[in-house]
C-alpha cells in the first residue's frame, strides 16, 4: 500500500507561488501558453482527477472547495490504496477554501468538486499508438477544445482505439477538452502526428486504410463504406468550417460522407465523428 502524505491547506494569501497554476483560468490564450510551457494540464472534478490518477499520471496539488474536502481525501485514499497508480509526492499540498476566495483565484466559480494541476505524460511514438489498433480518428486542425473534448468521449464509448492529433490540432488536455470528454482524453491512447498529410505514410505502412470525412463528388455514403470496411481503418475528420484540405484528401484512400436529408450539407464535426464511429464500431 502507498503511503499518502497529504497537507490539507488552508489559502491565506493568492500570491502564494503554488496557486500560480490556477490563476485566471477563464483566460484562454494565457492557458495555451501557460499549460503546454510548464508540462501541466488541469483537471476538473473529482472524476475526472481520479481518472487522471488511474492512468498513472502524477498530480502537483489540487484545489478544494471547504465543502468538497471529505470526498477529496476519499479520492485520494483511494488513490493510497491502489498498489498500480502512480504514489502521491511527499507533502502533497491540497489548498482549500471558502469559494468566494477561490472564485477570485480561478475567475469562476469551482462547482465540480476539485481541480488538480497534474504533470502531463509523455506523448508516445505513433507506432506505439497504432500497434494493436483497428480504428484510430485522425483530428485535422481542429480549434475547438470543446470538439475535441467531445470526439475523445465518443471514441471511447464507440470503440475507437486511439486518436492522432496533427500539430495544428487543439490540446486535447486544456482544460475544457478535458471537462468534456469526462476524462476519456485520459484513457483513449493518443498522441501528436508530425505534419499531416505526410504522416500518413506511416499510417499506410502500418496497414491502415484512410478514409476521410468529406463532402466530395466521389464520396462514398458512410453506410456503404461500413457494410463492408477496411480491417484497420483510420477516420480524418477536418477543422470545424472548412474541413479537410486538398493535400489531406488527396492522400486519402476513400472519402466518406454521411447522408443528410433536408438541405443539410454536414454536420458537427464531434456530431458527425460520433455517427461515423458508431457505423464503424466492431
Known sequence: MQACFVQLRQIETLDDPMLADYTSLTDVALRRVLEPAGGLYLAESTKVIERALEAGHVPRSMLVPEQWVAEAEALLARHAQNTHSAPLPDD???????????????????????????????????????????????????????????????????????????????????????????????????????????????????GFHIAALALADDAVALDVFAAAPPERVALVLGAEGDGLGRRALAVADTTVTIPMLHGVDSLNVAAASAVAMWALRR
Open 92 to 206: 502533497f499540498p491540497v489548498y482549500t477554501g471558502p469559494d468566494a476566495v477561490l472564485q477570485r483565484l480561478t475567475g469562476f466559480h469551482l462547482h465540480r468538486g476539485a481541480m488538480a494541476a497534474m504533470h502531463r505524460p509523455e506523448l508516445p511514438a505513433v507506432a506505439a499508438v497504432l500497434a494493436g489498433a483497428r480504428r484510430v480518428i485522425i483530428l485535422d486542425g481542429l480549434v475547438d477544445h470543446t470538439n475535441v473534448g467531445a470526439i475523445f468521449r465518443s471514441a471511447a464509448g464507440l470503440g475507437a482505439d486511439a486518436v492522432l492529433v496533427t500539430p495544428t490540432c487543439a490540446d486535447p488536455l486544456y482544460r475544457r477538452s478535458v471537462r468534456v470528454s469526462m476524462g476519456t482524453v485520459l484513457q483513449v491512447p493518443w498522441t501528436r502526428l508530425p505534419e499531416w498529410p505526410d504522416a500518413a505514410d506511416e499510417l499506410h505502412a502500418a
